[in-house]
């Protein structure tokens, strides 16, 4: 399996990039898409530099996930002949981790202008697994009614919106709460965050 995951301009880069650590670690190959705007919020919010080209964020990508050319790949934000710019193509999850409202916005209407939301568009229509990790806050009416339209046509809006119970002592901690639920929706097996209920007296072995 190989899953797309394609990183737009919202906060939130550490998500993606503790993201492709754990699916590269799961033996996932992974296909990345960076936009315009995530290689600022890159630079602002994380110690990870994205050059502009593919072939240089690969690189840099590569070397902090610790991944081969074949575990990871990145492609061109207009790349049209990249395996997702096709229902043909690869037929793999698309993870759009963070999403910006921006990208939501397009995603729902469909305007597929550049290759993270062609992918998105294909994974819709081919009704395979479309996965999007919003962040914003407040959300407006449109953020709201892009959201619902979304998921309705069968995406899952996960938000990037860590919850507490698990007594996080660190900004790690946070960041793998998120990392978890997508794991848990693409099935793939972590040690990120214990599953709920895994110690309950009744799940304990009876002998
Ligand atoms: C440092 C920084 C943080 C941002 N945070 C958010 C955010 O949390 N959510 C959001 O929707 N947009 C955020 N933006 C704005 C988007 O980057 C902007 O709308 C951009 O056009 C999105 O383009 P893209 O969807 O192609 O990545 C942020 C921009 C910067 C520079």
Redesign the pocket.
């Known amino acids: 399996m190989r899953v797309c995951v394609a990183m ?5 880069s550490l998500y993606a990039l503790r993201l492709v650590q754990a699916l590269v670690g799961a033996g996932v190959g992974v296909d990345v898409i960076v ?4 290689q ?2 890159f630079a ?2 994380t110690p990870v530099s994205l050059p502009g080209k593919p072939q240089g964020q690969a690189q840099v990508l590569r070397e902090y996930v610790n991944a081969n050319s074949e575990q990871l790949r990145v492609f061109a934000r207009e790349d049209w002949m990249a395996p997702w710019a096709s229902g043909s193509g690869q037929p793999g999850p698309v993870v759009v981790c ?1 999403c ?5 916005s ?1 995603i729902a209407t469909g305007a597929s202008n ?1 290759l ?1 939301e062609r992918a998105a568009d294909v994974a819709l229509k081919e009704r395979r697994q479309l996965i999007l990790v ?3 806050a407040p959300y407006s009416e449109i953020h709201l009614q892009n959201m619902l339209n979304l998921t309705r046509m069968g995406a899952v809006i996960l938000p990037a919106s860590p919850g507490f119970y698990h007594q996080p002592q660190s900004i790690e901690d946070l960041i793998d709460f998120v990392v978890a639920r997508i794991l848990n929706q693409l099935n793939i097996d972590h040690q990120l965050m214990p599953a709920w209920g895994k110690d309950h007296p009744s799940t304990e072995d009876p002998s």
């Open positions: 737009t301009g919202a906060s939130g936009s315009k705007a995530a600022l919020v602002t919010e963070p910006s409202t921006g990208t939501l397009a550049n993270i919003p962040r914003e």
